[in-house]
C-alpha cells in the first residue's frame, strides 16, 4: 500500500495554502480533481490514485486524522459484474481479473460518542465506456467536474470548516471509489467501516451539487429516514428552493448507508445536458452556488448536533415502482421541477425530441391521450408504447400550448 503514497509533482504543486479564501479554493478543488491531466478518475487506474493522493493530501492539510486501513486510504479489491442486478465480488487478496479502488477517509475526533459521516464519490468514467452518454467514435476525458469534482470539493470545504461545526459528534469525511461502477466504496466502507459502526448517527452524500440554478433549487433525498430532518432542513434554509424525497434509496452512496438502517441526506442540484459527457467540466460550475450549500450543511448539521442520536425510519423504496419503458423522447428530465408537467431540462442530440423541436426549458403536458401532471405520470404514459408507435406530445412554451406528432 505505501506505493500509493508517492506523491508526483503534480499533486504538490495544486496543494493550496491556508490563506486561499473559500470560493477560490472550491475553484482550486475542482480544478485539479477535472483536469485533463487525472484523465477522468476511472477506478483502478494510476489517474484516480493521483487523485486519491491529492485529497489525501487535502485532508492532512486541513488536520483531519488518518482513518484508513493505510494512511487515509482504505483499498477494496472487486471483481466487476457484467450482470448489473449481481454484487461485484470483493476480495481482500489480489486476484486476476480484480480491480482495486480506494476510499479516502479523514477523521475529525471530538470525543463524542456518535459520528456523522459526510461523502462524496471521487471516481468518474475515465474516457466514457459503459455509463458515458457521449456518441462520438472516438475516446474523450471525461472529466466529470459535477460529477463528482464538485461533491469532493464541497466535501473538503465543510471538512475546512470542522471548527464551525457542534461537537457532539465526531466526522468521519470519506471520497468514496467505485461509485460510477455500483456504490462499491460506501459498500465495501459500511461492511468493514474503520469506526465502530453501531457508532455511526447519520451520512450526508454529496453527489452532482455544482449547477445550482437561479431558481436556487436543491434536491434533498432521504428526508424520510429520520423523523428529524423535514424540520430541520426547512427551519435552517433562507436561500434554496427546497425540493424534499422521502426515499433513502437512489443512485449514489447514501444508499449503502440506508441499506444498513442509518438515517441519511443525499443533496444533488440536479441533472443537466453535460452528464456523463466530456463537456462535464470546471467551468461550467456555479462555485457560489456551491459554497452557499456549503455553509447551508454546516447549520444542519449544527441543528442535527443538538439531537443526540437520530432514530432511524424505513421508508418506500420508489425505485420500485418506476415504470419500465423501452422507447423515449431523447430528453433530461428536470428533477427539480416541481410545477405541473415534466419539465425538459436538457434535449439528446439527433433523438426524437430534437427531430422535432422540443428544446430546454419546455413543459409536456400531454403524452398522446395520457395527461402528464408528474415525471412520475410521464414515465408511466411513456411504459405503454414500443418502438415504432405513433402519437402526439403536447407541451407548454411560453405560455403557449403547442403539440407535435412523433414516431418511436
Known sequence: MKQFFRFAPLVILVLSCTTTNPLQQLKNDVAFL???????????????IEAAKYIASRFDEIGLKPKGTEGYLQAFRFKPSKDPHTEALFSSTDQEGYITGLNVIG?????????????????????????SLYRDSLPAIHNGADDNASGVATLLSLASNGNNLGRQNNYLFIAFSGEEMGLLGSNYFVKNSTIESASINFMINMDMVGRLNEENALAVYGVGTSPIFNQVLN??????????????????????????DIPVLHFFTGQHEDYHKPSDDAETLNYEGMLSISDYLIKVINALDLNGKLAFRATKNESEETPRFTVGLGVVPDYLYDGEGMRIDG???????????????????ELGTSKITTLMEYMKALSSYKIGDQTTVSIMRDGVSLNFEITF
Open 347 to 365: 434535449v439528446s442530440e439527433g433523438k426524437i425530441a430534437q427531430k422535432v423541436g422540443l428544446k430546454k426549458g419546455d413543459i409536456v403536458i
Open 34 to 48: 477535472a483536469s485533463d491531466d487525472l484523465e477522468g478518475r476511472k477506478t483502478g487506474t494510476q489517474s484516480e
Open 235 to 260: 427551519a435552517n434554509n433562507s436561500i434554496f428552493k427546497l425540493v424534499l424525497n422521502e426515499s433513502g434509496i437512489g443512485p449514489s452512496d447514501h444508499t449503502s448507508f440506508y441499506l444498513n
Open 107 to 131: 477523521f475529525q475526533n471530538n470525543n463524542a460518542e456518535t459520528t456523522v459521516v459526510i461523502g462524496a464519490h471521487y471516481d468518474h468514467l475515465g474516457y466514457g465506456g459503459d455509463g
